[in-house]
């Protein structure tokens, strides 16, 4: 079958994307689509062809998936964060499994393994504590909202379902200061304007860290916000420039304008040090779920010493510290392991010690220097592992290793070299972070053969 740009096909949803676009087989040519939900039959229009697929917008919803749900609220924000919000939860969930049990057995060649039913949320809403909204200007007006699906476009909204309701509060504040003194979106074109992003941190007691992402120095009647933000649990105001015409986020320069240096925010009981620019699990009701599972899998005994590679601000060690003997952190962020040091004294923790550098370099280095452990576990990046650092853990030896992935993919990709290296999986445990959308985290349990 030849198809044209702009022909409008008809056909069912059978998978997503990893970015949650609809999946659609045509006499086996592959078309990606926004807005379909799997067991939609839909109509949609090809926007884009390429040799091996093509990219469809949804025109109209035929027959709606069985799995497709309404709302019991009013959805005012861009669904493209969070494109699964209407497909059933207890399917987002199964979906997640099956997403790790596909990576694992395509790109591992692992089939035989326990993967867990994915651990999901009692109430999956309001759960995001750290979140960057994007502000821009259409016909005039201000608009402050997320992304259309795979489009820059800003869709401008009253509140989002991902954030605590006081959260959403400081948005409206930010807003109606920008209306009542003409504070104007950065414009990367012009380079003029100030307001790029809002970012904000929400601590589990309702304590926000407001971030404004600006364009330009000197953001004009800053006192005035400051007064109006005092009134709904700000405890501190950054600026952060970023000048590059670019879709980051943050700049690299961070400028305190009001209040504390730092926000508390909490995962279990452990109390932790939270800067602007500090890497923090969005969603700590589930990063407890995640962590004690990974701990469960370290099978911790108090002569245990324990390597925490990529570990960020500390929250993994200080989990294991308590129940083992040492506990060495590796992490690249020279701020991360400045907070990671200060996390361990907020926690009267003194068996952790925190390295900064590439855990590609430095761990290999501290092996070869004799500081051994026993046990190991990694929280790598998207990307994964550098090939480098796996194979120090191989070197190394460890009895066990605990692998926790935001990335199926690459996750698989590396538990396949340390399969082939002597290891086993035991088991695997999805733990859904990220409600309504496709992402998924997974704490993974290897043992030495």
């Not at 409600?435 to 043992?447: A, R, S």
Request: glycine share 6%; aromatic share 10%.
């Amino acid at each position: 079958m030849d198809f044209k740009l702009g022909d409008i096909l008809t056909g069912e949803v059978i998978d997503f994307t990893h970015e949650g676009n609809g999946v659609i087989k045509i006499d086996n040519f592959t078309f990606f689509t926004s807005e379909g939900l799997v067991g939609d039959r839909v109509k949609f229009r090809i926007d884009k062809l390429k040799k091996n697929y093509g990219n469809g917008t949804v025109t109209e919803i035929i027959q709606p998936s069985k799995d497709r749900v309404d709302l019991d609220f009013e959805l005012t924000e861009s669904k493209g964060g969070i494109p699964l919000i209407q497909y059933a939860y207890e399917k987002q969930l199964e979906w997640k499994k099956e997403k790790v049990r596909k990576d694992l057995e395509k790109i591992a060649g692992i089939r035989q393994v326990e993967i867990k039913d994915t651990l999901g949320m009692d109430f999956p809403y309001k759960y995001r504590n750290h979140v960057q909204i994007p502000v821009g200007e259409k016909d005039g007006k201000i608009v402050i909202g997320f992304y259309k699906a795979n489009s820059n476009e800003i869709i401008d909204m009253e509140k989002t379902i991902l954030i605590p309701d006081i959260g959403n509060r400081v948005i409206q504040i930010i807003r109606q200061w920008m209306e009542d003194f003409n504070i104007r979106p950065y414009n990367r074109r012009s380079r003029k304007g100030f307001l790029r992003h809002i970012g904000l941190r929400i601590n589990k007691d309702d304590e926000i860290m407001v971030i404004l992402v600006t364009g330009n120095k000197n953001i004009p009647r800053i006192r005035e916000l400051i007064e109006r933000l005092k009134g709904a649990n700000v405890v501190s105001l950054y600026e952060n420039i970023n000048k590059l015409n670019s879709s980051v986020t943050y700049g690299r320069q961070y400028k305190k304008l009001y209040g504390k240096d730092t926000l508390i925010d909490y995962i279990g009981h452990y109390k932790f040090n939270i800067s602007p620019n500090s890497f923090f699990q969005v969603n700590r009701t589930q990063t407890d779920k995640l962590y004690s599972k990974a701990i469960e899998y370290l099978d911790l005994k108090k002569d245990d010493i324990v390597y925490d590679l990529y570990c960020g601000i500390g929250t993994i060690s200080l989990f294991v510290a308590e129940r083992a003997k040492r506990v060495y952190g590796i992490e690249i962020v020279k701020e991360a392991i400045e907070d990671a040091r200060k996390n361990a004294e907020l926690n009267d923790i003194h068996n952790a010690e925190f390295i900064v550098g590439k855990t590609e370099e430095v761990f290999p280095k501290m092996t070869r220097e004799g500081i051994k452990a026993n046990k190991l576990v990694l929280d790598p990046p998207r990307k994964g592992c550098e090939r480098e650092a796996l194979e120090a853990i191989v070197d190394l030896g460890p009895e066990r290793v605990v692998y926790v992935s935001c990335n199926p993919s690459t996750m698989a990709r590396d538990v396949k070299y340390l399969v082939e290296k002597g290891y086993r999986v035991v088991e695997v445990q999805p733990v859904d972070m990220f409600p309504h959308t496709v992402h998924v985290e997974c704490v993974v349990e290897i043992q030495k053969v």
